[in-house]
């Protein structure tokens, strides 16, 4: 079951899972990227990272990575149940770690996932 919006809508219910989707596949990337290409070039360069560093971090980022795989599942369960609150919590999750992310580490990581996070919710809650 795909679910109905809660107000109506179809053009906003597309627009709402296309993208809750993206950000799902953004973790999945994340996932990919944290836990198996953490020491490789891909990884070295997305992370701005040097090989000695990325080997010392390898494992708290791989549990990282896994934290975003969770959010990931969480979204696409979305797809399966069509319950509204739980991708909005999904996604405010979303949000709040790429807060901390911004705040802690890099302010671009607000913009690459963030800012996604943000135009689902908004598309989420127009429907109601």
Do not use: D
Not at 37 to 64: D, I, Y
């Amino acid at each position: 079951m795909l679910g109905t919006a809660p107000g109506g809508g179809t053009l906003m219910l597309i627009l709402a899972r296309v993208l809750i989707v993206l950000v799902a596949l953004l973790h999945v990337y994340f996932l990919v990227l944290e836990m198996f290409l953490w020491t490789k070039p891909l990884g070295l360069k997305t992370f701005r990272n040097s090989p000695e560093k990325a080997e010392t971090t390898r494992v708290l980022a791989a549990n990282q990575g896994l934290y975003n795989g969770f959010l990931a599942a969480g979204l696409l369960w979305f797809l399966c149940t069509a319950q509204w609150n739980v991708v909005l919590f999904f996604l405010g999750c979303v949000v709040v770690a790429a807060l901390y992310g911004a705040y802690s580490v890099n302010k671009r990581i607000f913009f690459v996932q963030g800012i996604p996070a943000i135009a689902a919710i908004a598309a989420v809650c127009s429907m109601t």
